[in-house]
């Protein structure tokens, strides 16, 4: 079993920053892929950036890429998502997930899932 705490949520205003971390324990002597995922009320859950914390291969959704960036470190088997250029949009719960095998989009194919954090942004 792997568990994941996820942290770092809070509000921020239109074009502001924050960093939310997640950070994995147990079976954890395998390299994982690590994610996030969100969830904006009434909306379906939204693949955000993955990482595999092996070979550093990162993918990021299209809606982030200019403004979101994900990094691992290996040592503490915890990611990390810079986001800045916050927008009203980016409001959602942000899931960390976890998973053996390539970073993908798909959420159906994480084992581990963390509590959430949310993620405010005024306008």
């Known amino acids: 079993q792997v568990q994941l705490v996820d942290s770092g949520g809070g509000l921020v205003q239109a074009g502001g920053s924050l960093t939310l971390s997640c950070a994995a324990s147990?079976?954890?002597?395998?390299?994982?892929?690590m994610g996030w995922f969100r969830q904006a009320p009434g909306k379906e859950r939204e693949f955000v950036a993955a990482?595999?914390?092996?070979?550093?291969?990162?993918n990021r959704a299209p809606s982030v890429k200019d403004r979101f960036t994900i990094s691992g470190d290996n040592a503490k088997n915890t990611i990390y998502l810079e986001m800045n250029s916050l927008k009203p949009e980016d409001t959602a719960v942000y899931y960390c997930?976890?998973?053996?095998?390539?970073?993908?989009?798909?959420?159906?194919?994480?084992?581990?899932w963390g509590q959430g954090t949310q993620v405010t942004v005024s306008s």
């Open positions: 990482i595999n914390l092996n070979d550093g291969t990162t």
């Open positions: 147990g079976r954890t002597y395998r390299r994982l892929t």
């Open positions: 997930a976890a998973r053996w095998g390539s970073p993908t989009v798909d959420g159906d194919r994480y084992d581990y």
